[in-house]
């Protein structure tokens, strides 16, 4: 174990091994070496440093995904300072919040992206930063915590909240990707999802420590499924992990079965529950034959032959905590879900029920050196979220979960947190932007999938009164929430059902959608 | 061959089952920004090509699935006909 290593220590150590593999990628054909990358983000690290940005700074990113973003981060991170990416979709009112929020000691952004209004003078860092990006700096407070990344995700009182992960948590995640994936210099990895959502960090550092190489995929490649099936195949990738709704993409519009994926070795999925229906799809096309040929009692199942397939579970707060590796099950049962799987190495668990007490079915609690150090100034959300049991630290994650053979089965929320393609989204902040426009007395967010099965996010609105209009909401919501969090379809209501004591009738309202 | 008027109204009735809640009259003009203002996102932009595909026997290429071809009603509708030529 290598439990000292900070978490760009892993980069540095496959650096000097291997200066010369490349590191990074992108799909229109730029790169970069192991040697080179480490150039370049010691160079970001000293005009960082010149700054006065070191231990305890916070650096927030607003960017496209690029080699030289993740240089940047890899540059934070070697200053001593903690990165914090950004939704570059997001509206500039909702990244006027965060940094708010954050008080960061630097922002660095594409220019095209910086919002006006930002409290401070604008230099431009030419000499080492790129034409391309922007940086400002503020004298704001450092924390105290060895902290590597912050991940805002979505807060159920209406702002965002930052997850802070320790270098401690980091290492630990990356070392146990090491270990379960085993990947060796050159594998081919793909970055799929963004750099503001945890799946990135497997992506980016348990590649950058192995001596593998990551392509770099934004938005237009990977919302265009058709171009990510592509460049999967042509760019002979070997890992790529990404939310069941990626995967789904891929399958039903992304003509997988035009394109060789022989070099397509790990499959990897985690943020929402994958279908075996849906998964057998991806393997149908992937490997250009017929599993399933209609009667699910007769039939048996082996789409392990040619890939491996692992579905990951893990929030923010402790990145991959438990995860199923699906040989295990041998035959896919068509009408079923996997396991969530058994708990990751070095991580503890409970299952608790509302008591507090140890159950067969209830609340998910995850302990161990994975578990991150606590959400950005929230001391309230802290002491709700963090818990205590025989002198250990647990995150209480919401999720139900039961148990057979150590191995843990997901049943859904313990409260009203959705999932829409495998973003979280908290009601409650969508909610509050609602209830924001002038028109709307009341508002509940709900989920709700439309006739293939994909997620949509339904607003239910009440002007009391007041006549709403669809369009005008979309528009304001569109000002102040990123894509993923607008509502997909807005149901304008005189008043929302209420249970018998008044309140908001959630339950009511699932149903009548 | 079908008119543009045939594709437009293919495309509007298919945005008006999958993204107006089956509300035909909303108000989509022919030039009306449908990515960029949010109103389809990449999963209705895909089911739309899928769609398109199918009823005029076309295909779209991988990289022409794009933003540039699927921003108005006016412009997928000249892209299909392109496509049809």
């Known amino acids: 174990m290598s439990g000292s290593l900070r978490l760009h220590e892993f980069f540095l150590r496959a650096a000097a091994k291997h200066p010369e593999r490349i590191a990074l990628e992108t799909p229109s054909g730029e790169s970069i070496t192991y040697k080179a990358l480490a150039q370049q983000s010691l160079s970001f690290a000293q005009a960082l440093a010149q700054q006065h940005i070191g231990y305890g700074s916070r650096i927030a990113l607003l960017a496209p995904k690029s080699i030289e973003l993740v240089a940047l981060m890899l540059g934070a991170l070697r200053s001593g300072a903690a990165y914090v990416p950004l939704d570059p979709a997001s509206p500039p009112e909702r990244v006027r919040a965060l940094l708010r929020d954050l008080d960061p000691q630097a922002f660095i952004a594409a220019q095209g992206l910086f919002p006006s209004e930002i409290p401070c003078q604008l230099e431009e860092l030419s000499s080492v930063f790129s034409e391309k990006l922007g940086a400002a700096f503020f004298p704001g407070e450092k924390h105290e915590e060895d902290l590597a990344y912050i991940l805002y995700t979505s807060g159920s009182t209406g702002l965002p909240k930052g997850a802070c992960i320790t270098h401690e948590n980091a290492a630990r995640f990356v070392e146990w990707g090491i270990e379960t994936f085993r990947p060796q210099p050159g594998t081919r990895f793909s970055s799929i999802a963004p750099l503001h959502f945890d799946l990135s960090v497997f992506d980016i550092f348990v590649s950058l420590a192995a001596g593998g190489t990551t392509l770099l995929l934004n938005d237009s490649e990977v919302k265009n499924a058709r171009l990510l099936a592509q460049v999967l195949s042509e760019k002979k990738i070997n890992a790529a992990y990404a939310t069941p709704s990626t995967w789904r993409a891929v399958s039903e519009f992304g003509k997988p079965g035009k394109y060789d994926f022989s070099s397509l070795k790990q499959i990897l999925f985690a943020g929402e529950v994958f279908s075996c229906r849906h998964l057998l799809r991806l393997a149908e096309q992937l490997d250009q034959r017929k599993y399933y040929e209609g009667d699910p009692a007769n039939a048996g199942f082996y789409p392990q032959q040619k890939r491996a397939y692992y579905n990951l579970y893990g929030p923010t707060e402790t990145n991959v905590c438990t995860f199923y590796d699906l040989k295990q099950s041998g035959r896919w049962d068509v009408d079923g879900y996997f396991p969530i799987g058994r708990v990751c190495r070095g991580a503890s668990s409970m299952i608790v029920d509302e008591q507090g007490d140890p159950a067969e079915k209830g609340e998910l609690w995850i302990g161990g050196p994975q578990v991150f150090a606590g959400y950005w100034k929230r001391p309230e959300k802290n002491a709700e979220v963090f818990a205590e049991k025989n002198g250990e630290r647990f995150y209480r994650t919401g999720d139900l979960v039961s148990v057979k053979n150590n191995c843990f089965f997901f049943h859904g929320r313990i409260d009203r947190m959705i999932k829409k393609r495998g973003y979280r989204i908290e009601p409650g902040e969508v909610e509050a932007v609602l209830l924001k426009h002038p028109d709307v007395l009341e508002a509940a967010v709900t989920s709700a999938k439309d006739k293939d099965g994909f997620d949509l996010l339904v607003a239910h609105v009440a002007g009391g009164g007041k006549t709403l209009e669809a369009e005008a909401l979309r528009l304001h919501c569109a000002s102040l929430l990123p894509p993923h969090m607008l509502p997909d379809r807005f149901l304008l209501l005189e008043e929302l059902p209420k249970t018998a004591s008044g309140k908001i009738d959630h339950k009511g309202l699932s149903e009548s959608y | ?85």
Do not use: C, W
Request: glycine residues 2%.
């Open chain 2, 1 to 85: 061959m079908p008119t543009p008027d045939d594709i437009k109204q293919t495309i509007r009735r298919f945005l008006a089952e999958n993204v107006l809640g089956g509300n035909e009259s909303a108000a989509i003009s022919d030039d009306t920004e449908l990515i960029e203002s949010r109103l389809i996102d990449s999963i209705v932009a895909l089911k739309l090509v899928n769609h398109l595909e199918e009823t005029y026997k076309i295909e779209f290429e991988a990289h022409e699935v794009d933003q540039e071809n699927l921003s108005s009603i006016n412009v997928i509708t000249a892209f299909v006909q392109t496509k049809m030529k």
